[in-house]
C-alpha cells in the first residue's frame, strides 16, 4: 500500500505561482498529479518515473508546470508558473505500481486527499 499525502494549494492572482507537494509513504514507481474542476473528470496535468529522468505533461500546462521528485523524501512537486484562471482546480497526487507513465485516471492506484488551487483574474 501507497499513501500519498499531498498539500501547497491557496489562492494566488493570475501569473503567479504556486507550488504543490505529494508526500508518499510507500514506493511509487510512477507518480503524477491530476486535476478536477468543478464538473469536470479528473485531467492529467504531469507524470514523472522513479528515477525523475522520465517527464510528461500535458499541453495546456507545458512551458508552465514543472514536475519532480525527491526520492530520498519520497516527495514529488509540482511547480506551477504563469498561472491562469482556467488552472483553477483541485489537484491531487497519484501513484501507480508501473514504470509507465499514462494519462488514464483509473490506471492509478494510490491517490492523495487533493488541494485546492485557485486562480484570480
Known amino acids: 500500500q501507497v499513501q500519498l499525502v499531498d498539500s501547497g494549494g491557496g489562492l494566488v492572482q493570475a501569473g503567479g505561482s504556486l507550488r504543490l507537494s505529494c508526500a508518499a509513504s510507500g514506493r511509487a514507481y510512477v507518480m503524477a498529479w491530476f486535476r478536477q474542476a468543478p464538473g469536470k473528470d479528473h485531467e492529467f496535468v504531469a507524470g514523472?518515473?522513479?528515477?525523475?529522468?522520465?517527464?510528461y505533461g500535458a499541453d495546456s500546462v507545458k512551458g508552465r508546470f514543472t514536475i519532480s521528485r525527491d526520492n530520498a523524501k519520497n516527495t514529488v512537486y509540482l511547480q506551477m508558473n504563469s498561472l491562469k484562471p482556467e488552472d483553477t482546480a483541485v489537484y491531487y497526487c497519484?501513484?501507480?505500481?508501473?514504470?509507465?507513465?499514462?494519462?488514464?485516471?483509473?490506471?492509478?492506484?494510490?491517490w492523495g486527499q487533493g488541494t485546492q488551487v485557485t486562480v484570480s483574474s
Open positions: 497519484a501513484a501507480r505500481r508501473r514504470t509507465t507513465i499514462v494519462v488514464v485516471s483509473t490506471d492509478y492506484d494510490y
Open positions: 514523472i518515473s522513479w528515477s525523475g529522468s522520465s517527464t
